[in-house]
């Protein structure tokens, strides 16, 4: 079971910090990511992580401005967001893949967590 949290109003500019942790599964078994759906607008992918972090990747529309983290000790992986921008509002929701590879593809993830919804006001 997947639970993400941290999401709220910012202002643009300014930085949020989710988090998701995995329950009832071996954390480290499993990439990790992050999407996000926008009012209106296909879910889409923003970043994933393998489980020893030895490869990560972003969308480019999050380039430079998102870092994705994990804490296996924890069982969580984390979205640190700066430079937030309205358009960045969207609900966000972290996804597990059993696997050793990060895929873009929602279809790739097996498990969900609920979103966090996060907005940025202009």
């Known amino acids: 079971q997947l639970q993400a949290c941290g999401g709220g109003l910012v202002q643009a500019g300014g930085s949020l910090r989710l988090s998701c942790s995995l329950s009832g599964r071996t954390f480290g078994a499993h990439v990790m990511g992050w999407f996000r759906q926008a009012p209106g607008k296909e879910r889409e992918f923003v970043a994933g992580?393998?489980?020893?972090?030895?490869?990560?990747y972003y969308a480019d529309f999050v380039k430079g401005r998102f870092t994705i983290s994990r804490d296996n000790a924890e069982n969580t992986v984390y979205l640190q967001m700066s430079s937030l921008k309205p358009e960045d509002t969207a609900v966000y929701s972290c996804?597990?893949?059993?696997?050793?590879?990060?895929?873009?593809?929602?279809?790739?993830?097996?498990?969900w967590g609920q979103g966090t919804l996060v907005t940025v006001s202009s």
């Open positions: 992580i393998t489980w020893n972090s030895d490869n990560i």
């Open positions: 996804a597990a893949r059993l696997d050793t590879d990060i895929y873009t593809r929602e279809d790739r993830y097996q498990f």
